[in-house]
């Protein structure tokens, strides 16, 4: 029963806070909302009893992409600074539209069940072997990705 | 007294006696646990207010506050009563909603990061078992809300404050991360009951077997919550101010009350995670455990208190230098070593009796091995990075000077 | 962030040793160009003592360098004997040779206090120095009274003589002094941070300091051996042996570490005037209303800034006709635009700190 509750309460958040990135005029007001939508989505995977995920996504998101936010902002022109009305908007409306038929679709026709016949109890265990076993090839095109970001960061800033 | 946690075990069951329902269990539990941190870093944050500056004060040959009650022990409720007074202003072209929530943002995360601690043998809020990635993560959140404090201020120098304080915190927080990871590669888990245990098992605390992460930590923490010898956000000396500048009153006195308790946090994890818990290598079976700890944690913000008293402050690029030049490095290299020590460890399958001791010194004497080392290869021991003493001539007239670049190529 | 940034530094700021303005025109962090902005603690000292008499504009040399007021006394007292040909007893000469020495320790220690200070030391290294400098204002008010406005130079000679507990609680000073200024040593010139934040920071080099007539241990720490003790000497000083501290890169921290050799130097000389101090009398007999013959005359030492000189033009009369200071810190404060460009903010301000200005004497 607590469950439910703590579901819907956190879905709200999640939602309602995804709904004010999108419909808040200040750009950096939409940003704290997205925090606040990380975090309810934080929430959820709590709910899921998936402990791991649930901090790295506070870690990752809520923790460095908005900083990443911020730095983009700060960067950004003061014209070009708004979060108001685009020409894009109908466009970016039908797209909505048919991300949630799609997704409406797809929720409905799936088989949602225990797909396991116990749930983890360790699962940050559980995902390292998994990432360092079976997932390797994945890890490390992350890695090299995240090397190559880096790199050409660097090489972009540096004066010459 | 002894064990609180017994006391409130007890406390529990009686109520389940008394035939409550175990959501109503669950709650009264939370709330105990909740209140008793909270209290617990309220309170110890009024006494350091004081304590840091009688401190300070002696470390600077004079008195520190002696006028408010006996030894100026009111100061602290002086100080908050001065602070709760003052006029609180809003800028006028401060976002104001955002300006009223930057200072709870910041001093949330402080409070939540307490709940994984082990205060003693059954005293934790939430012994999670990733108690060490949720340190890291709910610290990192606090430095969005930094920004958001200088952004809504509408000062252009409160903004450049707090860009340049966010650019040092996510500096440093990789710093610090990499520094935590070294616990639980040696423990092999992520929780901190488990890593007390260990400590409390092996009669080994961490501090011996990883100096170099524990060096690594309290200098990435320091910088986290702003002490000296890196409190540029802060400094008066700088003329681009911090990102608290136009917070008044209570507002002021939140950053400050974070600034605080995260401080205890980070001592708190020194404490749990290098310096043994709440076991003192057996004493735990008559002194308290929470007796243990807490005396830990004073003694490792003790630490935080004399660096502040003694060091002067840092310029931001060379502390930003410091952090991803010096320190990343070195946290990586102590990673691969401590990866490598559990390794030979598992494989050869020695007791702990002989083999920690080899580990112990083996990584002191490699601590200091790759400060001094790498402090050469990056040339921060250079000729004109030294200490040196002017000369002393008889005559005048003549010219000495040298410029500093013919210095550098000799 | 591309446009250039123009940040006020004063007049109101803990750091800038007085009522000083510096406008800093920054780009991004680095600052191009630096307008400096004086004045404020302007009290037209040269205009009101043309209306006094000579013994009476004693005072106002105290004030304008009010952290070194024995020697600004001492200076305006050599220029009005040098002007009247008064001659000075021995004695006076060793009592104004300990004086200006013991001021001169007294000096550098606020003055290395404050710039320590202004890197980030919050305020310890300046308490332990202020331990030293209240045992000097200690034996300037059993001299004559007072700690800070001393006016204890007269024209001819010295106010008064010293009391006798005067000599051996200096010689108990003198034999104290040298650990403390060792520890001093151990403390802020080893230190790490104190050489990353002041090596290579506001370097002056030795051809634009002597191109901007800078003196004092601004000068010295750029590598040119200039002190007016040796070079122009006066009270007792051709009668002592000391050295000269000399820096080589021109730099905050080689100035910080002449000052910090400076007050030992002065230690050396303290001992020696402890036992060549001669008795007799301390003051040539001046009339109150002191007409010097008509001429100009112009005195100079070496105070803990640099050169202080006053020129005195007399007229014939009670009061000067001109009284002029050429104070030190104003002087040495006109290459600053030069050596903060290119700067942060926070090392203008160390930069600044070493220049060890005292805004009394850069405004009068």
Redesign the interface.
Known sequence: ??AVAAFWALSAIAVGSALAVALVR?L??AV?AL?GSF?GVAGLFVLLSA??LA??Q??IY???I??LM??VI??TPRGARDNSETAMRWPALALAVAMTALMTTVALVAHWGPQVKEGL????AAIGEALLSRYVLPFEVASVLLLAAMLGAIVLVREE | MRDLGNAVGAFLEWLADVGAPSWLLYVVSSLVGMLALLGWALGSQLFFIWAERRLIARMQVRLGPNRAGPFGLLQPIADALKVLAKEMVTPRGADRLLFWLAPIAVVVPAITVMAVFPFGERMVLADLDVGVLYLAAISSTAIFFIFVAGWSSSNKYSLLGAMRSVAMLISYEVVQVLALLSAPIFVGSMRLGDIVAWQGQYKAWLVFLQPLALLGFIIASAVEVNRTPTDIAEAESEIVAGYHTEYGGIRWGMFQLAEYIAGFAVAAVVATLWLGGWTLWGLEEWVPGWIIFLAKVYGAFFLFIWLRGTLPRLRIDQLMAFAWKFLLPLMLLNTLLAGLEVLVWRETGAPAAAILPAFALGNLALAGVLVVGWAVLLGQLRPERRPARPLLVQEVGAIYYRPLEEAREA | MGEPLVVNVGPQHPSTHGVFRMKLTLDGERIVDCEMIMGYLHRSMEKLAEERSWTQNIPFTDRTDYLSAMTGNLAYCLAVEKLAGIEVPPRAHWIRTIMAELQRIASHCMAIGTFVNDCGAWHTPLMYMLREREKVLDLFELACGARLTTNYMRIGGVARDLPPEFLPRLQALVQELPHRISEYEELLVENEIIVARARGIGILPADKAIAYSVSGPMLRGSGVAWDIRKADPYAAYDQVEFDIPVGTHGDCYDRFLVRLAEMRQSVRILEQALDMIPPGPVQTPVPLALRPPPGEAYGRIESPRGELGFYVVSDGGPSPFRFHIRPPSLINLTPLPEMVRGLTVADAIITLGSVDIVLGEVDR
Do not use: C, I, W
Not at chain 1, 121 to 124: D, F, L, Q, S
């Open positions: 029963m607590g200040d950096v007001r704290v925090v975090l402990d791991f901090v790295a506070v870690l809520a923790g460095a908005s900083v911020v730095f700060a960067l109890t360790e699962t940050a």
